[in-house]
């Protein structure tokens, strides 16, 4: 009996560690392809996150964010924290339809947006007091980008 407890408590040490190790590893965001070269971006490549979206780091202003592709999303958009720190509190006012209703905040003009390896000037950004930490990247950056997406994989081709 001594033997099947100290085999079960080993499993299940076992199981414990293979949990952390792959929760950790699918913490990691993909890599981002395109980025590579000198010359720009024409294409980035973005592999799906173990929860299936599409992450990109970038910038509000030089602020760092990460951001979630957001195809449904009008507008680049981050929270109250990010725009104080990236001068966009003097905004106008504006509600928001999103998936949680509807959401007061305020639309703001961004000297410039990043995502990976690149950088679009002069977009409007919308700030929703209520979202996470994870900013939203919106129609109005995405628009300039052919976006074809499958199930692993995220293509911006730039227009």
């Known amino acids: 009996m001594r033997g099947h407890i100290i085999a079960a408590g080993v499993w299940l040490a076992l199981i414990g560690v293979g949990y952390v190790a792959f929760s950790r590893l699918g913490d990691e965001k993909s890599p981002v392809l395109g980025c590579e070269g000198p010359g ?52 106008t006012a ?37 979202l996470g930490d994870v900013g939203l990247l919106g129609q109005n950056f995405l628009r300039h980008f052919e976006v074809v997406q499958t199930r692993q994989e995220l293509r911006l081709r730039y227009r």
């Open 94 to 130: 504006a509600v928001f339809n999103t998936a949680a209703g509807r959401v007061a905040g305020t639309i703001a003009r961004s000297r410039s947006i990043t995502a990976a390896c690149v950088e679009i000037p002069d977009l409007s950004v919308a700030v929703n007091r209520g």
């Open 40 to 91: 720009g971006a024409g294409e980035i490549v973005v592999g799906a996150a173990r929860d299936g979206h599409f992450y990109l780091d970038g910038a509000v202003n030089g602020v760092p964010v990460t951001f979630l592709v957001d195809t449904g999303a009008s507008y680049v958009t981050v929270n109250a924290r990010v725009a104080g720190r990236a001068g966009l509190m003097d905004g």
